[in-house]
């Protein structure tokens, strides 16, 4: 299974929201192969659009099999923490949650030992945590099914990681067995491909392209080339 995930960060209001599922929808409904790999094992879209409209996006897109996750998750379980998202509100909503994201790690103070909580608290809630990485100095956390490497400086910049280099960083990090790993950091349709048929990469996650539905019908395409 590939994985194609869409983070959409902190952008759009619900009108843009609605729009955006309308043109990708459209798009995909265009694309016969598309659609047949989107009912199988092969490949997985996940969008994580911010909480306010993971009901409408999932709703707008679950009949064409694509799946939402959330961009973040609360380290409590329930009870007296205004504000937090806990995973289990969004047990039956969302089947993902990005964990350990760099912009929260930096511009929010997150450390390992919150995000390992983050982790363990949404796989209790059969949530999938997808762990980002910006490196070899923050640790795989060993029960985070999903690992995210993303390095800081390809995050935005429009330049992303060569591929040797992603490899390479993945042979130095301690992994299991069974968990995957993505690539994120300015991915974009010109650069989609060679990622998404590395035996090694187990898909990618997207930030900029996928903002425009367009563009992230044009990096899915590529990709699934
Ligand atoms: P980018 O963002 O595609 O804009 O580089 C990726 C991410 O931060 O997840």
Request: glycine share 8%; aromatic share 6%; charged share 20%.
């Amino acid at each position: 299974m590939k994985y194609i995930i869409a983070n959409w960060k902190a952008n759009k209001n619900f009108l843009e929201a609605a729009e955006w599922c309308g043109v990708l929808l459209h798009n995909i409904e265009n694309n016969s192969l598309l659609k047949t790999k989107l009912g199988t094992d092969e490949l997985r879209i996940v969008v994580c659009p911010p909480l306010p409209f993971l009901s409408l996006v999932k709703e707008k897109l679950q009949s064409h099999f694509i799946h939402v996750g959330s961009q973040d998750v609360s380290q409590f379980e329930k009870g007296s923490y205004t504000g937090e998202v806990t995973a289990s509100s969004l047990n039956g909503l969302a089947q993902y949650a990005i964990v350990g994201h760099s912009e929260r790690r930096n511009n929010l103070g997150e450390k390992n030992d919150l995000i390992q909580r983050k982790v363990d608290i949404s796989l209790q809630y059969h949530i999938q945590p997808i762990l980002c990485v910006r490196g070899l100095d923050d640790p795989i956390i060993t029960n985070a099914p999903i690992i995210a490497y993303e390095p800081i400086q390809a995050i935005g910049t429009g330049k992303n990681e060569d591929i040797a280099t992603v490899v390479s960083q993945k042979k130095q990090m301690k992994m299991g067995e069974n968990q995957l790993f993505i690539y994120g950091g300015s991915v974009n349709e010109e650069n989609c491909k060679e990622y998404m048929r590395h035996s090694e990469i187990h898909g990618v996650l997207i930030g900029t392209a996928c903002l425009d539905p367009q563009q992230l019908y044009s990096t899915i395409e590529a990709g699934i080339s």
